[in-house]
């Protein structure tokens, strides 16, 4: 198995809801990540786990809330988003790298969220 | 910071042309560099990769020479299909964690 599986593929929510963003690898990779696309523009990094424990957050508002409840699952929960936070979400697995034996990063499909 | 710089699109090329993206980067030390492709409504795909200096990734027909003396990771390929037809993001990582991508270029090929 050689996938990054999301679940929703889309998801419509309010602005007071909270609903969560799937992320699975089979893959046996200790590094897992989640990256903000908005349309037209690059990925933007978010999260970083390595060995299920956050070793990076860029900075993002707490209404994000990761989870890497093992290692194959990672999650997203998410609260009172606000309607800019609109984008593709992408889960990414690897090994873990190191600077210089970097193995790459596989990407999932992605969740298209949109906040009403 | 370390940063990607790709030249702009669209690119609008003919069924077998030949295909160039240019990828200039900028970074403190020396970064792992990769080609990504993202089909219309898909994720990322990894295109290729190269960790050091005169590597040459190459995949599916595509190469890129990782080349340190003029900081650069050009796209090439001798013939393109409407296929190939995306988005391609040139990217580099130093720490082996965050991935830093250039703007994209889009690239549109005709039958």
């Known amino acids: 198995d050689t996938e990054v599986t999301q679940t929703p593929k889309h998801l419509v929510m309010g602005m007071t809801n909270k609903k969560s963003l799937k992320c699975e690898q089979h893959?046996?990779?200790?590094?897992m990540y989640w990256y903000k696309q908005k349309a037209k523009k690059p990925p933007e990094l978010m999260f970083v786990?390595?060995?299920?424990?956050?070793?990076i957050n860029e900075s993002v508002p707490s209404r994000f809330s990761p989870e890497c409840p093992n290692s194959s699952l990672l999650n997203l929960h998410l609260h009172a988003l606000q309607p800019e936070d609109s984008a593709l979400y992408l889960c990414a697995s690897s090994p873990v790298n190191h600077p210089g034996s970097n193995y790459g990063y596989t990407f999932g499909s992605g969740t298209r969220l949109t906040v009403v | 910071g370390d940063s990607v710089t790709q030249m702009e699109g669209p690119v609008t090329l003919s069924e077998e042309a030949f295909l160039t993206i240019n990828c200039t980067y900028t970074?403190?030390?020396?970064?792992?560099l990769f080609w990504y492709v993202q089909y219309p409504g898909e994720g990322l795909q990894l295109l290729l990769k190269a960790t050091k200096a005169d590597d040459k990734g190459s995949n599916k027909g595509f190469e890129a020479t990782y080349r340190k003396e003029t900081t650069s990771f050009h796209l090439e390929k001798g013939s393109v299909q409407v296929s190939d037809s995306a988005v391609y993001f040139c990217?580099?990582?130093?720490?082996?964690?965050?991935?830093?991508f250039g703007a994209g270029t889009i690239l549109r090929v005709k039958s």
């Open positions: 786990y390595s060995y299920e424990k956050l070793s």
């Open positions: 893959m046996g990779h200790r590094a």
């Open positions: 990217a580099l990582s130093e720490d082996g964690n965050k991935l830093v």
């Open positions: 970074a403190t030390g020396y970064p792992s």
